[in-house]
Structures are given as structure tokens and as C-alpha cells.
């Protein structure tokens, strides 16, 4: 078996990425608004003298879906502006274009290998309790509402960490290492805009990350498999308003279809070949108790173990919210707000990840595969990647979580952020020097 020379990581290094985790903890912005985020990780890519390209630049227009509002994009960009975010690089990221991408060229020809790293946040108000590290030492949530409940945070520490490691060691690095940071994973959003605007397409090795992920603290799984293929939908039902005691006859109940069309999204009978889910997240209607609601809104979702599975589950819903449209005499809009697909990991790429991993102090390497227990868009970068005859894999970095993800007091053990910078570090470096 082939080892390789861990690469080093200072304790001062392990000590700033755990403050840049913190920072970027404390102020959490959404998919498509992470304007600070976006401008920090751009100017610290600069600084360590690697080609960073940023916007409209590597994000296709087309292909953009579930973008917010323009009220909320302004208001989100404003307050980053009041926050300190870099000027230089702020105005790169308006309209809500938020992905970066770096660019270190070693000494030596080889492949391009790439890590991507996800950086937005969740609609979700953070625990002020003691208890919570965060707010026990001062980095919870400044955005009331807003909150990095997913480790998100922790992955572009990550991937500023490795960057900062290889960008000292371009002497030895063969070919090209390519830092992806991608906005508006949740809601699966960010990938694809981005593989159209052909980031990956010169990737031989892709690499994307998770922390958490219920695992054992300490423990490197190179193999993370069984993403769920999903469709995001927001829909909207319009009506028509009459007095509710006087003629609720000539109204339109846009409420009561909403709330027929979800009674009927939970009753798709479920599929035999796979998972399948359905979930409706948010719903909003009425202005009145003597109002007939004339206006209905909610935002949904479905997702399957195989892309077929999750197309029975769009078919099904679809049916079923144009149906209850119909039995209510109302009009109906599904608008498609995001999307998600499912990808294998590169055995190869796996293997050779592992290799280099296993000598960091304080980690575990298991080639176990570990499930995966929802959904993620790094799936539309890794069949690119392998459609174009490269290798790719999702790894999760184990730590040990309270409250578990998308919860107020989810939080990571800030200890397994060193050695998953040093491993992935090591790896990138190795791909390189050794491909697969």
C-alpha cells in the first residue's frame, strides 16, 4: 500500500480556521444571500495568491432557480455592506450570484482535483441558551431567524483551512486544486447554475464534504452514499375574497384548496422500490376570519431513492394540487424552486483518499459506506465529473452533534475541524502526486 507525508498543520492555522468557523457562525445568511460569506472567502483565497473568480462568472443565469426576492436580495446585500464585508468583491456577488471559486496551480503538470464546500444557512432561530456553545461564547446567530444548522459554516472554514495548507506546498502540488464554495445547497439551488457555467468541466477529481452527519466524532468516511434524489416546489392558489357571513357563496376558498392539496400530498401511497418522502414545510393563507382566503401559498417538497422514484412523486403531487384546484374553482401556480439528484462514489478516488487520511493524528478511516439520511445538490457535480470520465465522492466528517441537524441547538465538536483539514489537505495533495 502507498503512504504519503501527512502535510503539516500548525497549531496556529487550527486555531484561526475554528475563529473563521465561528465568524462565519455568527452571521449565517441564505441560499443566494451570502454576500459577507461569499466577499470573506474571496478576499482570504486573495490573499493566500490564488486565482479566484467570483458572480455572474461562474454561475450560469439560466439556469437559476428558487431566487428570492429582490427586496430580500437588497436588504440581505446591504446589511453584509454594513457588516464589513470587502467592497472590492461585494459588488461581485450582487443579484445574488454568490458562488466563488479558486484556483491553485502547483509546480508540477497533473490532474485538476477539486473540493467543494457549501456556505449557506437555514430559516431557523438559533438556542440562546446557556447550554448552546455558541451563545455560552459569543458567536451565536446575529441574524435573528437565520441560523448555520447544518455545519455549513464549518465547511467553508474548511475549505479556507486546506487552501491556506496547499497554498504553502505549491512545490509539491502535480497539477491544479480547484476550491469550490457554493451557495444555496439547502433547497438544492447552487450546483447547478454552477456546472453550467462549466466549473467542473476540467476536473479529473471531485471531493465534496459534510461534518456531522450522526457519526462518531473523530471518523473519516471517504464513501458517503444513498443521497435521495428531490424536487422543491412553491405554490401558490388564488381564489376569490367575499364576506364570509354575507355571500360566502360567490368566494373562492384558496385555504381550503391549499389545505386539500396537502391533506392529498401526505396520503401518495408510498414507493415499493425505494424511499420516497413528501413534505410540506411552510403554508400561508387568510387575512381574515370574515374574509374567504383568496390567496394560499405553501412550499414543498418531494424526493426518492432513484430519480424514477422521485418523478412518481412529482406525478403524484402534481395530479393532486391541480385536482384540488379544480374541486375548488381556483387557479394554481407550481413554480419548480430547487432540485437535487443521485450520485455513486469513485471506489478508486475513495481508496486513494483513505490512503492519505490514515495517517492524521487524532481521525479514523473506514471505507464502511455511510448513508446518507436526505438530499444534496454536490450530486449534480459529481455526475458531471463522471460523465466526463473523472472520478468523484462525497466524504463525511464525523462529529459528534447536539440536537442534530436543522435544529436550534445543533452544534459540532470543534476538535474534529484540525484533523479534517489536515486529512483533506493530505488527500487533495496526494490525488495529485498519485492519481487514482
Same mark, same amino acid.
Given at each position: 500500500?502507498r *503512504?504519503?507525508?501527512?502535510?503539516?498543520? /500548525?497549531?496556529?492555522?487550527?486555531?484561526?480556521?475554528?475563529?473563521?468557523?465561528?465568524?462565519?457562525?455568527?452571521?449565517?445568511e441564505?441560499?443566494? !444571500?451570502?454576500?459577507? !460569506?461569499?466577499?470573506?472567502?474571496?478576499?482570504?483565497?486573495?490573499?493566500?495568491?490564488?486565482?479566484?473568480?467570483?458572480?455572474?462568472? &461562474?454561475?450560469?443565469?439560466?439556469?437559476?432557480?428558487?431566487?428570492?426576492? @429582490?427586496?430580500?436580495?437588497? $436588504?440581505?446585500?446591504?446589511?453584509?455592506?454594513?457588516?464589513?464585508a470587502?467592497?472590492?468583491?461585494?459588488?461581485?456577488?450582487?443579484?445574488? +450570484? !454568490?458562488?466563488?471559486?479558486?484556483?491553485?496551480?502547483?509546480? $508540477?503538470?497533473?490532474?485538476?482535483?477539486?473540493?467543494?464546500?457549501?456556505?449557506?444557512?437555514l430559516? %431557523?432561530?438559533?438556542?440562546?441558551?446557556?447550554?448552546?456553545?455558541?451563545?455560552?461564547?459569543?458567536?451565536?446567530?446575529?441574524?435573528?431567524?437565520?441560523?448555520?444548522?447544518?455545519?455549513?459554516?464549518?465547511?467553508?472554514? #474548511?475549505g479556507?483551512?486546506v487552501?491556506? %495548507?496547499?497554498?504553502?506546498?505549491?512545490?509539491?502540488?502535480?497539477?491544479?486544486v480547484?476550491?469550490i464554495?457554493?451557495?444555496?445547497?439547502?433547497? =438544492?439551488?447552487?450546483?447547478?447554475?454552477?456546472?453550467?457555467?462549466?466549473?467542473?468541466?476540467?476536473?479529473?477529481?471531485?471531493?465534496?464534504?459534510?461534518?456531522?452527519?450522526?457519526?462518531?466524532?473523530?471518523?473519516? +468516511?471517504?464513501?458517503?452514499?444513498?443521497?435521495?434524489?428531490?424536487?422543491?416546489?412553491?405554490?401558490?392558489?388564488?381564489?376569490?375574497? @367575499?364576506?364570509?357571513?354575507g355571500?360566502?357563496?360567490?368566494?373562492?376558498?384558496?385555504m381550503?384548496?391549499?389545505?386539500?392539496?396537502?391533506?392529498?400530498?401526505?396520503?401518495?401511497?408510498?414507493? $415499493?422500490?425505494?424511499?420516497?418522502?413528501?413534505?410540506?414545510? &411552510?403554508?400561508?393563507?387568510?387575512? =381574515?376570519r370574515?374574509?374567504?382566503?383568496?390567496?394560499?401559498?405553501?412550499?414543498?417538497?418531494?424526493?426518492?431513492?432513484?430519480?424514477?422514484?422521485?418523478? +412518481?412523486?412529482?406525478?403524484?403531487? *402534481?395530479?393532486?394540487?391541480?385536482?384540488?384546484?379544480?374541486?375548488?374553482?381556483?387557479?394554481v401556480e407550481?413554480?419548480?424552486?430547487?432540485? /437535487? /439528484?443521485?450520485?455513486?462514489?469513485?471506489?478508486?478516488?475513495?481508496?486513494?483518499?483513505?490512503?492519505?487520511?490514515?495517517?492524521?493524528?487524532?481521525?479514523?478511516?473506514?471505507?464502511?459506506?455511510?448513508?446518507?439520511?436526505?438530499?444534496?445538490?454536490a *450530486?449534480?457535480?459529481?455526475?458531471?465529473?463522471?460523465?466526463? =470520465?473523472?472520478?468523484?465522492? +462525497?466524504?463525511?466528517?464525523?462529529?459528534?452533534? #447536539?440536537?442534530?441537524? $436543522? /435544529?436550534?441547538?445543533?452544534? #459540532?465538536?470543534?476538535?474534529?475541524?484540525?484533523?479534517?483539514?489536515?486529512?483533506?489537505?493530505?488527500?487533495?495533495?496526494?490525488?495529485?502526486e498519485?492519481?487514482?
Amino acid at each position: 500500500m502507498r *503512504t504519503h507525508a501527512v502535510v503539516p498543520l /500548525t497549531d496556529d492555522l487550527a486555531r484561526r480556521v475554528v475563529e473563521m468557523r465561528r465568524d462565519f457562525h455568527r452571521f449565517p445568511e441564505l441560499g443566494l !444571500t451570502e454576500f459577507r !460569506t461569499a466577499a470573506a472567502i474571496a478576499r482570504h483565497l486573495e490573499r493566500l495568491d490564488i486565482e479566484v473568480r467570483g458572480g455572474r462568472e &461562474v454561475m450560469d443565469e439560466r439556469s437559476r432557480i428558487g431566487v428570492p426576492p @429582490a427586496d430580500v436580495i437588497d $436588504h440581505a446585500f446591504a446589511r453584509a455592506k454594513d457588516e464589513g464585508a470587502d467592497p472590492r468583491w461585494l459588488d461581485r456577488f450582487s443579484g445574488g +450570484y !454568490t458562488a466563488v471559486v479558486g484556483t491553485l496551480r502547483g509546480e $508540477h503538470p497533473g490532474p485538476t482535483v477539486a473540493l467543494r464546500c457549501d456556505i449557506d444557512a437555514l430559516p %431557523i432561530l438559533e438556542s440562546d441558551e446557556h447550554a448552546h456553545l455558541p451563545a455560552r461564547e459569543g458567536f451565536a446567530s446575529a441574524h435573528r431567524g437565520i441560523m448555520h444548522a447544518c455545519g455549513h459554516d464549518v465547511h467553508a472554514a #474548511i475549505g479556507l483551512g486546506v487552501a491556506e %495548507i496547499l497554498s504553502a506546498q505549491r512545490s509539491r502540488i502535480n497539477g491544479t486544486v480547484k476550491f469550490i464554495f457554493q451557495p444555496a445547497e439547502e433547497g =438544492g439551488r447552487g450546483a447547478v447554475p454552477m456546472r453550467d457555467a462549466g466549473v467542473v468541466d476540467d476536473v479529473d477529481y471531485f471531493v465534496a464534504i459534510h461534518v456531522g452527519m450522526n457519526a462518531e466524532s473523530g471518523v473519516l +468516511y471517504p464513501i458517503v452514499t444513498g443521497q435521495l434524489a428531490s424536487e422543491k416546489f412553491d405554490v401558490t392558489f388564488k381564489g376569490r375574497a @367575499a364576506h364570509a357571513g354575507g355571500r360566502p357563496e360567490e368566494g373562492r376558498n384558496a385555504m381550503l384548496g391549499a389545505a386539500q392539496a396537502i391533506m392529498g400530498l401526505y396520503a401518495i401511497p408510498r414507493h $415499493h422500490a425505494g424511499r420516497s418522502r413528501v413534505n410540506v414545510g &411552510v403554508m400561508q393563507a387568510g387575512s =381574515g376570519r370574515n374574509v374567504i382566503p383568496d390567496r394560499a401559498f405553501f412550499m414543498m417538497e418531494v424526493r426518492g431513492d432513484t430519480e424514477a422514484i422521485c418523478e +412518481y412523486m412529482v406525478d403524484r403531487a *402534481t395530479a393532486i394540487i391541480n385536482g384540488a384546484a379544480v374541486a375548488q374553482g381556483l387557479e394554481v401556480e407550481i413554480a419548480s424552486a430547487g432540485r /437535487t /439528484t443521485t450520485a455513486e462514489c469513485s471506489p478508486k478516488l475513495a481508496q486513494a483518499v483513505a490512503r492519505a487520511a490514515e495517517p492524521v493524528p487524532n481521525l479514523r478511516v473506514t471505507l464502511e459506506p455511510k448513508g446518507a439520511a436526505g438530499s444534496e445538490d454536490a *450530486t449534480f457535480f459529481m455526475k458531471r465529473v463522471q460523465e466526463r =470520465g473523472g472520478q468523484a465522492i +462525497y466524504v463525511g466528517v464525523g462529529s459528534e452533534t #447536539i440536537g442534530g441537524h $436543522h /435544529t436550534p441547538i445543533f452544534d #459540532i465538536a470543534e476538535s474534529d475541524i484540525a484533523p479534517a483539514v489536515q486529512a483533506i489537505a493530505s488527500a487533495l495533495l496526494a490525488v495529485g502526486e498519485h492519481p487514482p
